[in-house]
């Protein structure tokens, strides 16, 4: 059976998942790639190094975010969501974004070859040693589908 979601399960999808694929365009190409982030509700939030996809929201901060669950090619949850980028540069708004990815991101991160935090210098502070572009998204528009063996 396929269907669409409700949009409390919509909200589920964007919260259950931690990686997901931002859509982006400016100068005539469109780049879609994966990126870890945290959802809070209202935003989208992430870290990364600058690069082409900052490089393209900066021009034109109008987004398409995806996400999926798929327990097999029969059953799985999508959601397709717009919205618009936005860096955070002021100290406070850096480090409130990157609290919340870290406490999202954190509890999931195991294994042998895991790096425990590599924005967390030797004192323990974390906005200090970060480098990158934190940046969140204010999600506009949602729509999900699904299919249900």
């Given at each position: 059976?396929?269907?669409?979601?409700?949009?409390?399960?919509?909200?589920?999808?964007?919260?259950?998942?931690?990686?997901?694929?931002?859509?982006?365009?400016?100068?005539?190409?469109?780049?879609?790639?994966?990126?870890?982030?945290?959802?809070?509700?209202?935003?989208?939030?992430?870290?990364?190094?600058?690069?082409?996809?900052?490089?393209?929201?900066?021009?034109?901060?109008?987004?398409?975010?995806?996400?999926?669950?798929?327990?097999?090619?029969?059953?799985?949850?999508?959601?397709?969501?717009?919205?618009?980028?936005?860096?955070?540069?002021?100290?406070?708004?850096?480090?409130?974004?990157?609290?919340?990815?870290?406490d999202r991101i954190t509890?999931?991160?195991?294994?042998?070859?895991?790096?425990?935090?590599?924005?967390?210098?030797?004192?323990?502070?974390?906005?200090?040693?970060?480098?990158?572009?934190?940046?969140?998204?204010?999600?506009?528009?949602?729509?999900?589908?699904?299919?249900?063996?």
């Open positions: 059976m396929l269907g669409e979601l409700t949009d409390r399960q919509i909200e589920n999808v964007l919260y259950s998942a931690v990686v997901a694929r931002l859509g982006c365009h400016a100068d005539n190409l469109t780049y879609v790639v994966p990126i870890t982030y945290a959802y809070d509700g209202t935003y989208i939030y992430g870290h990364t190094k600058e690069g082409m996809k900052i490089d393209m929201m900066r021009k034109n901060p109008n987004i398409c975010f995806e996400v999926d669950i798929r327990e097999n090619m029969g059953n799985w949850r999508s959601v397709i969501a717009w919205g618009a980028f936005e860096e955070l540069t002021k100290p406070v708004d850096r480090e409130a974004g990157m609290q919340i990815i870290l509890p999931i991160m195991t294994g042998a070859t895991t790096v425990q935090n590599p924005m967390i210098d030797a004192q323990e502070n974390y906005i200090e040693a970060m480098r990158g572009v934190v940046y969140r998204i204010e999600l506009t528009k949602k729509t999900g589908r699904f299919e249900k063996r």
